[in-house]
């Protein structure tokens, strides 16, 4: 089992920079693969980035691919989601995400942290 905790969100201008971080508790984050999703008012959550327990490999969705970057730090147990070039509508809740590599049915979540973007 693995404990999440999200930090970094807040109020930025559009074109702006945020760093997020997701800090896991456990000695086993190395076999997890994490990634972000996000929140808006009355959508449903979606994927933004993720990579694999060694960080070799990243995938993003389409419309964040060109501005956000996930990497991780195993020896901090710590993945990060830089968002650059940031748009109104990027605002929403931003959750960390972490599943047993290769598969596993179960998803870990931390509890969110905002971002808004506004001038």
């Known amino acids: 089992q693995v404990q999440l905790v999200e930090s970094g969100g807040g109020l930025v201008q559009p074109g702006g920079s945020l760093r997020l971080s997701c800090a896991a508790s456990?000695?086993?984050?190395?076999?997890?693969?994490m990634g972000w999703f996000r929140q808006a008012p009355g959508k449903e959550r979606e994927f933004d980035a993720s990579l694999t327990p060694s960080g070799d490999s990243t995938y993003y969705a389409d419309s964040v691919r060109a501005r956000f970057t996930i990497s991780r730090d195993n020896a901090k147990n710590t993945v990060y989601l830089q968002m650059n070039s940031l748009k109104p509508e990027d605002t929403a809740v931003y959750y960390c995400?972490?599943?047993?590599?290769?598969?596993?049915?179960?998803?870990?979540w931390g509890q969110g942290t905002q971002v808004t973007v506004s001038s």
């Open positions: 456990g000695r086993t984050f190395s076999v997890y693969a």
């Open positions: 995400n972490a599943v047993r590599w290769p598969y596993s049915p179960v998803n870990y």
